[in-house]
C-alpha cells in the first residue's frame, strides 16, 4: 500500500482528534442531561402525530457505501455521532470562526441539551408507531463507524435522532449568528448525513429526521421561557466569535465537506 495513503489517514484523524479535544483547563466538563426540555406531552403528541415514516426499500445502495470506511467524511461522521453539548457544539465551530468549546458556554449547553431532550423524547414515540431495522441489523456485514451494543443494533431506525437534532441545531445556530444561517443549517444537515453514513439510518429516516427536527425546533421555540435562553446563549456566542480563535479541525472538515462558511 501507498505510504502516502497511510500518512495522509493517519493525519486526517489527527486533526479531527485534535478538532474534538479543546483545552482540558478551561473546557466545560460533559452535561448532563437536564430533565426537562421544552415541550410537554401534548405538545409532543401534537408533533407526532404530524409525521409518518417515508416508504423506502430497505436495502444498502451504492449511494452511502461509496463514502465508506477511512475517507475523511467517514472520520467526520464518527465526530458527529456525539450530538450532546457542550461536544456537539463544535460541530459548528468553523462555519462560526470559533471554538465554542474552548471555555464554558453553560446557556448554550442548557438550551442545546434541553432540545436534545425533545428530540429523545419525540424520536421514541415516533419509533414505537413505525418500528424500522437499522441497516447494521439488515445486513450485518456493514460496518457501523461507531461502537454498537447489541440493544442500539436492535433499536428502531425510524426516524433518525441524529438528523432530528442536528436539522434542530442547524435552527438554533442559525438564530444564535443570523449572518452564518445558511452555513449552520448545511452543518445541521451534515449532522444528519454523517448517521447514513455510519450505516446507522436509512436516507429516508434522515430525510424525514431532518424535517421533524425542524419542526420541533419551531414549536420550541414558541415555548415560555426559550427566548430568555436564545438570548443568553446568543451572548456566549457573540463573545466566542469576538475571541479570534479557530478551529485545528476546519482543515479535515473542508476535505470531507467542502467549505460550507460560504
Known amino acids: 500500500?501507498?505510504?502516502?495513503?497511510?500518512?495522509?489517514?493517519?493525519?486526517?484523524?489527527?486533526?479531527?482528534l485534535t478538532g474534538a479535544c479543546t483545552n482540558t483547563m478551561t473546557r466545560a466538563a460533559p452535561a448532563d442531561l437536564p430533565t426537562a426540555g421544552y415541550l410537554g406531552e401534548a405538545q409532543l403528541q401534537t408533533l407526532a402525530d404530524r409525521f409518518t415514516p417515508t416508504p423506502q426499500p430497505l436495502d444498502w445502495t451504492d449511494g452511502p457505501a461509496a463514502t465508506g470506511p477511512g475517507s475523511d467524511r467517514w472520520w467526520m461522521a464518527i465526530s458527529q455521532a456525539e450530538i450532546r453539548a457542550p461536544e456537539a457544539a463544535q460541530h459548528f465551530d468553523c462555519v462560526l470562526g470559533t471554538r465554542l468549546n474552548q471555555?464554558?458556554?453553560?446557556?448554550?449547553?442548557?438550551?442545546?441539551?434541553?432540545?436534545?431532550?425533545?428530540?429523545?423524547?419525540?424520536?421514541?414515540?415516533?419509533?414505537?408507531?413505525?418500528?424500522?431495522?437499522?441497516?447494521?441489523?439488515?445486513?450485518?456485514?456493514?460496518?457501523?463507524?461507531?461502537?454498537?451494543?447489541?440493544?442500539?443494533?436492535?433499536?428502531?431506525?425510524?426516524?433518525?435522532?441524529?438528523?432530528?437534532?442536528?436539522?434542530?441545531?442547524?435552527?438554533?445556530?442559525?438564530?444564535?449568528?443570523?449572518?452564518?444561517?445558511?452555513?449552520?443549517?448545511?452543518?445541521?444537515?451534515?449532522?444528519?448525513?454523517?448517521?447514513?453514513?455510519?450505516?446507522?439510518?436509512?436516507?429516508?429516516?434522515?430525510a424525514d429526521g431532518e424535517r421533524i427536527g425542524q419542526a420541533l425546533y419551531a414549536r420550541a421555540a414558541s415555548e415560555p421561557g426559550f427566548a430568555e435562553d436564545l438570548e443568553a446563549a446568543r451572548a456566549e456566542v457573540t463573545r466566542a466569535r469576538a475571541e479570534g480563535l479557530t478551529s485545528p479541525a476546519c482543515a479535515a472538515e473542508r476535505r470531507a465537506f467542502g467549505d460550507l462558511s460560504n
Not at 501507498?2 to 486533526?15: E, Y
Not at 454498537?148 to 436539522?167: E, F, L, T, Y
Not at 445558511?182 to 436509512?202: K, P, Q, V, Y
Open 1 to 16: 500500500m501507498d505510504r502516502r495513503l497511510i500518512r495522509g489517514g493517519a493525519l486526517s484523524a489527527l486533526i479531527l
Open 103 to 206: 471555555h464554558p458556554r453553560p446557556a448554550l449547553t442548557r438550551l442545546m441539551n434541553r432540545l436534545l431532550v425533545d428530540t429523545d423524547a419525540l424520536t421514541r414515540r415516533l419509533a414505537e408507531t413505525a418500528p424500522r431495522a437499522r441497516p447494521i441489523q439488515v445486513n450485518p456485514a456493514l460496518e457501523p463507524c461507531q461502537r454498537v451494543n447489541a440493544a442500539m443494533r436492535d433499536s428502531p431506525s425510524w426516524p433518525a435522532s441524529g438528523a432530528v437534532a442536528g436539522a434542530a441545531y442547524g435552527e438554533l445556530f442559525a438564530a444564535l449568528a443570523p449572518d452564518r444561517a445558511d452555513a449552520t443549517r448545511r452543518m445541521g444537515r451534515e449532522i444528519g448525513r454523517s448517521r447514513l453514513i455510519c450505516r446507522m439510518n436509512w436516507p429516508g429516516d434522515v
